[in-house]
């Protein structure tokens, strides 16, 4: 069974940073294109970065260059750093990983992030 397992959620101020882990196992991760997503109360889930397979690196507008999404294919692990955080930053943050050519796509449990003074 596919498992992705992120971590690295917490409390943070304002103008503070984080870093998500994803950890992948039972998927050839090197083969999958990897994302984070976030999910605010009373809000549809949101694209926030993906990294391709090849290491191509997509990220939301709203992000005014904040963070930074990279991937190790020696851990099967994505991160998402995130810098200069708002209160608007604050939400349940989801790794998806994903394969077109096979139809797969799988998410993980989701990790909360709260910025708030």
């Known amino acids: 069974q596919v498992q992705l397992v992120e971590s690295g959620g917490g409390l943070v101020q304002p103008g503070g940073s984080l870093r998500l882990s994803c950890a992948a196992s039972?998927?050839?991760?090197?083969?999958?294109?990897m994302g984070w997503y976030r999910q605010a109360p009373g809000k549809q889930r949101e694209l926030v970065a993906t990294?391709?397979?090849?290491?191509?690196?997509n990220y939301a507008d709203s992000l005014e260059g904040r963070f930074t999404i990279s991937r190790d294919n020696a851990k099967n692990t994505v991160y998402l750093q995130m810098n200069r955080m708002k209160p608007k930053d604050a939400a349940v943050y989801y790794c998806?990983?994903?394969?077109?050519?096979?139809?797969?796509?799988?998410w993980g449990q989701g990790t909360q992030v709260t910025v708030s003074s």
């Open positions: 039972r998927i050839i991760f090197v083969l999958y294109d």
């Open positions: 998806g990983a994903g394969n077109r050519r096979l139809g797969q796509n799988y």
């Open positions: 990294i391709t397979s090849g290491a191509t690196s």
